[in-house]
């Protein structure tokens, strides 16, 4: 492994959205091993916590694909965003529905209730702007992501299958409750693919791990790939290997079939 991919919420994080103390060590390990560590997370790189951002770790996959950043440079070096005439399309099919939203840009989110903004403030420790009215996107030059929640997940399919028709737009259901659209291009597989002719690193010699369908093509695109217990059952089909769940320390799995992590992780627990 030179590559090492991973998911955050549900997957390196505990259900509290914590790094625990042990995946945080096996992070360590990893970077003492001269492993690239990549976070790739449906989050813009202001919403990855402190503690995931550690020394040695210069890239990041954010917005479930939509940009890789130089983390160091604090520059984006890969972009596929949704354009204008994306974010149009999807207000004339949206006209007269109601749902929960949340946008993504560079440096922002723009949450439609003041509930949502409240609870980013609370778990997150972020704040973002309140914006109420969906078909004000259109004002929007360009957008990373939009994530859309519903209560009832008849409505919720409905709404999938109206994005899903539209061609020039990428969409994944990230929960039981919410989907996230993205332009079409914009997956963490894709993102991982420039990562490696970048980094010129084979995809062979690339590991990644998550939980959900928007980690589907980053665990296709990985030479081993991983799926936390409590993965979804598409994301736990493509993977390699299934691992513990995400309150139970899943990445101390991967330690265990990599003999020389399993050294120098031990070693260092030692001290």
Request: include cysteine.
């Amino acid at each position: 492994m030179k590559l090492f991919a991973f998911d955050l919420d549900k997957t390196t994080l505990n259900s509290k959205g914590k790094l625990s103390e042990i995946n945080s060590r096996i992070l360590d390990t990893m970077l003492f091993r001269n492993i690239i560590l990549i976070p790739a997370t449906g989050r813009n790189l202001y919403g990855i916590p402190s503690e995931v951002l550690k020394e040695g770790i210069r890239y990041a996959i954010v917005s479930n694909g939509a940009e890789v950043v130089d983390v160091i440079e604090n520059k984006v070096i890969w972009k596929r965003k949704l354009s204008n005439r994306d974010l149009q399309l999807l207000v004339s099919k949206f006209k007269r529905r109601y749902f929960l939203f949340t946008l993504h840009t560079d440096c922002s989110c723009f949450d439609s209730t003041l509930f949502q903004m409240l609870v980013r403030k609370l778990v997150f420790k972020k704040s973002s702007i309140f914006f109420p009215k969906f078909k004000n996107i259109i004002n929007f030059e360009e957008i990373d992501k939009i994530q859309l929640m519903f209560l009832s997940k008849k409505k919720l399919k409905t709404i999938y299958s109206m994005v899903k028709s539209i061609e020039t737009i990428h969409v994944v259901k990230s929960s039981k409750h919410s989907i996230e659209i993205t332009n079409i291009n914009a997956t963490k597989g894709n993102a991982l693919k420039f990562i490696s002719e970048y980094l010129n690193i084979d995809r062979a010699d690339i590991a990644s791990i998550g939980d959900n369908d928007n980690d589907i093509e980053m665990l296709e695109y990985s030479g081993i790939s991983y799926a936390v217990q409590n993965a979804s059952e598409k994301a736990r089909k493509v993977a390699n290997y299934i691992v513990s769940n995400n309150d139970e320390d899943a990445l101390k799995d991967i330690i265990l079939n990599d003999e020389l992590l399993k050294l120098d992780y031990s070693l260092k627990s030692r001290v």
